[in-house]
């Protein structure tokens, strides 16, 4: 079982950035894909970006150019480093990651906020 701990959420002024970390308990040199969804207040959750085990990432339309999300299997750590953000990325982020041979999401963290003043 792997859990995933989330840090790195706060306030930021428009402009600003953020990194988060998503910290997982066990290695995930395995997992299939990696990434962060996030939810606003009375919105679904939506992907914002992802990376697979040999690298490839993909970003929601709304962030690109402006996130980049990496991993550090050494440290058992992925990472979303946030720039530009605005008002509209206020939302709770969560982190995910897929199991070796799975199709769907094995596991989330608790979620990080992350609130852009306006």
């Known amino acids: 079982q792997v859990q995933l701990v989330e840090s790195g959420g706060g306030l930021v002024q428009p402009g600003g950035s953020l990194r988060l970390s998503c910290a997982a308990s066990?290695?995930?040199?395995?997992?299939?894909?990696m990434g962060w969804y996030r939810q606003a207040p009375g919105k679904q959750r939506e992907l914002v970006a992802g990376i697979i085990s040999g690298g490839s990432t993909n970003y929601a339309e709304s962030v690109k150019g402006r996130f980049t999300i990496s991993r550090d299997n050494a440290k058992n750590t992925v990472y979303l480093q946030m720039n530009s953000l605005k008002p509209e990325d206020t939302a709770v982020y969560y982190c995910?990651?897929?199991?070796?041979?799975?199709?769907?999401?094995?596991?989330w963290g608790q979620g990080t906020q992350v609130t852009g003043a306006s």
């Open positions: 995910y990651a897929v199991g070796p041979g799975s199709a769907t999401i094995n596991y």
């Open positions: 066990g290695s995930i040199f395995s997992m299939y894909a």
